[in-house]
């Protein structure tokens, strides 16, 4: 193989993947109080998240020691998962405590101010139970928030009352369900008066980026009384309701096609704030995440634009949309106590930062940062948008990062590498990425697609992709790649793809084509009628619109399914799979390589244990990337700084069955512990995790880490002449 050229020889490769994995921080949900801001945060090389706050003078603390972990599987791919509350002591003085999911078992619970010990709000029952988005309500004794129920084998979700006393603990009863019977919850908001609640609710078939309702029911002491649909229905998305008045919400739907703002009163026609060709508000995948809010003033923070999105200071008496200049690309997750506006932002040179706006100066200040100083920062590609030519002239949107070294003159097209987000109903964004700059550094391009069916782009975008997956995001993938070649910045012969969940698919069936040099997909679907059957219930009629329903389309299901067109695929695969994943199981890589395997085709499978959707240990991260970097190596021509990696042609030997315990025998394979889904799909769960396929960043995993007893493929020592 030869060394990728440049006029200096062969690129340097100034950045590890330790470098990478170890990356930075992931921080999450903020919230603020009188100025205090609490938030959660990620600890990559403990394998947790906590919780953190920042006091007015500036000093921050970490709220929650090891092993305490914050997380909600709400979903599986669960959202925020705490909220400051008001407390007092024997002198009545207020001090804001904290409410929290707990990773381990899913329970509620309350850290009072000052005391490192949480105690429990909801009852053990072994994780049957999920509490997901929760509110403050009116009169401050309780939360407000979505519980997720497994029982029986079905799940079940309600919105729930949980009181701050702890009562809930012990007795079950004093966690009183408000309202039940559809079959997925968001947002539930109640009033400034107590006097009203609303929420937002959607069925299956649906996802919530195709249909939901915003409903509003009177709220007392007996419950919730005289629901009725205020927005929103089978074509229109509605997400996060937030009260202006006792009377008034404003609320984010995509009715004319994009998410807009709109005033809605108890009764009558909603009212457009300020109608644009552009989305006012992320698509609605993980639960709390809002990209807008009302100060006391009257006045409105949102974010806006198109995948990526900054803020504007919206005035309602005016209706002028002032932007706020930052420099910072990609803003998400506000929050706001009435006067100070947090959210978490970043741009492709800038990693997540804590930020705290000013919406009367405009004025954004930095109050922590993910990373302080990174060792690479010279290596980082800087993208630029491009709008490519797909098939048949539709536009498709993509990221380009040129390959990026100041010790390297580049020459001639380079080899590229297409990213296909997961989701698929998501969107990549120019989030900083490390990732990225570890390919890039070493003379790698990447072209990060936002293939048909992206969020960001408007409802129509989205549909492209209604009973076309696998052919119109592979189309546009493919489309990308022979736009850069076309341009001269691509080698035809030395392009790769890859992506992960949804992605991993995407990967998967482009390599049934022609235009790639070889694939990777990490805990990609393969089967699609497995996976109908095998994930979770989120997503469990997610293909009814993306392939069609059963058993109707099955032979639709069968011909678009990686695993029964291995025949077809022409190029090396490598495939990387977490043996907890509940989300797209084990079971899918390993068919994939049984089918490759038998027709002798090259691959390597890698397993990883207790690693869910979504790699978290900083060891596997560093294993998973270098396997990725020796893939390329060998399948587009270069010598790499890393193991090289082993293929193989033969089917991988079948896993061991376990051994049941004696003392509560279950069926083989039953983990007992579902871990949590990435938010967002992605490889470095709580990093790119929500870059790539919606969130998440911040998934979070549980159990050992190590490898697996057996792997398809390996890398193999480096020697030395």
């Known amino acids: 193989m030869s060394e990728l050229s440049s006029p200096h020889g062969s690129w340097p490769s100034p950045i590890s993947a330790g470098d990478v994995a170890r990356g930075v921080r992931r921080m999450a949900f903020p919230s603020v109080v009188d100025g205090t801001v609490w938030w959660e945060e990620g600890r990559p090389e403990e394998g947790r998240t906590t919780l953190m706050r920042r006091d007015t003078d500036g000093t921050v603390t970490e709220l929650l020691p090891a092993p305490w972990s914050v997380g909600t599987r709400v979903h599986e791919y669960g959202g925020r998962a705490h909220l400051p509350v008001p407390r007092r002591d024997d002198k009545a ?6 409410v929290f999911s707990s990773s381990a078992d899913q329970r509620l619970y309350l850290l009072e101010h000052g005391s490192r010990e949480p105690f429990p709000l909801t009852p053990d029952d072994e994780a049957a139970s999920r509490y997901a988005d929760p509110a403050l309500s009116a009169d401050g004794r309780g939360v407000l928030c979505v519980r997720e129920r497994h029982e029986d084998g079905s799940v079940r979700r309600s ?79 509605v997400v996060s309701p937030t009260w202006v008045d006792d009377t008034t919400l404003y609320v984010a739907s995509d009715w004319p096609g994009w998410w807009n703002l709109y005033q809605a009163g108890m009764t009558g026609q909603a009212i457009a704030l300020y ?97 302080e100083e990174l060792p690479y920062a010279a290596y980082l590609p800087v993208p630029r948008r491009e709008t490519l030519p797909g098939r048949y002239g539709a536009p498709v949107n993509a990221n380009v990062y040129p390959p990026t070294n100041p010790d390297v003159a580049a020459e001639g097209p380079a080899p590229y590498v297409v990213w296909a987000h997961g989701g698929p109903v998501s969107a990549s964004t120019l989030e900083f990425d490390p990732v990225k700059a570890y390919f890039t550094s070493r003379g790698i391009g990447v072209v990060d697609v936002n293939y048909g069916g992206s969020t960001g782009y408007g409802r129509s975008y989205r549909k492209r992709l209604h009973k076309e997956w696998g052919v119109v995001d592979v189309e546009d993938c493919a489309a990308a790649a022979r736009a850069l070649v076309e341009q001269g910045a691509a080698d035809p012969e030395r392009l790769a793809i890859r992506g992960p969940s949804a992605g991993g698919y995407t990967a998967l069936m482009a390599l049934t084509g022609d235009t ?77 390589a049984t ?14 244990e207790g690693e869910a959707h979504g790699f978290v240990s900083q060891d596997v991260r560093v294993r998973a990337l270098e396997a990725e970097l020796a893939f390329y190596a060998r399948v587009l021509g270069f010598e790499a700084d890393v193991a090289p990696l082993e293929l193989v042609t033969t089917p991988p030997e079948p896993r061991p069955e376990p051994e049941a315990s004696a003392e509560e025998p279950g069926p083989a394979g039953d983990t007992g512990d579902e871990g949590t889904a990435a938010s967002g799909e992605d490889e470095t769960a709580g990093d790119t995790a929500a870059a790539e396929a919606d969130a998440d960043p911040e998934a979070q995993a549980t159990g050992a880490v190590g490898e697996a007893p057996r792997s398809a493929g390996t890398a193999t020592p480096a020697t030395s002449d």
Request: net charge negative.
């Open 93 to 98: 003085i207020t001090r804001m405590g904290v």
């Open 595 to 608: 089918a490759l395997g038998r027709r002798g085709a090259p691959y390597a499978l890698l397993e990883f």
């Open 159 to 237: 919105v729930v009352s949980v009181p701050l006393s702890g009562r809930g603990a012990q007795d079950p009863s004093a966690v009183r369900e408000l309202v039940s019977g559809a079959d997925f919850y968001a947002s539930p908001t109640p009033s400034p008066d107590g006097a009203h609640l609303a929420y937002v609710r959607w069925n299956h078939p649906r996802m919530p980026w195709d249909g939901s309702e915003l409903r509003v029911g009177a709220l007392d002491a007996s419950g919730l009384s005289g629901e009725y649909t205020l927005k929103g229905g089978v074509d229109e998305s």
């Open 275 to 371: 109608p644009a060709e552009e989305e006012f508000h992320a698509p609605p995948g993980r639960l709390g995440n809002r990209s807008f809010c009302v100060l006391d003033s009257g006045v409105v923070v949102a974010l806006h634009g198109n995948a990526d999105m900054t803020p504007s200071v919206y005035d309602p008496d005016t209706l002028d949309l002032t932007p706020v200049r930052t420099e910072l690309t990609t803003w998400s997750m506000l929050d706001t106590d009435g006067r100070a506006v947090v959210a978490v932002a970043s741009s492709p040179t800038e990693p997540q930062c804590l930020v705290r706006l000013d919406p009367g100066s405009g004025g954004v200040e930095v109050l922590r940062r993910s990373a």
């Open 516 to 592: 790639f040099a070889g694939g990777v997909s990490l805990f990609g679907v393969t089967d699609l009628l497995g996976f109908s059957d095998t994930t979770h219930d989120f997503e469990s009629h997610f293909l009814d619109s993306l392939v069609g329903t059963l058993p109707g389309f099955a032979e639709r299901y069968r011909e678009r399914s990686p695993v029964h067109r291995a025949e077809d695929v022409g190029a090396p695969v490598l495939l990387l799979q977490g043996l907890e994943d509940k989300v797209v199981t084990p079971d899918q890589a390993t068919a994939m």
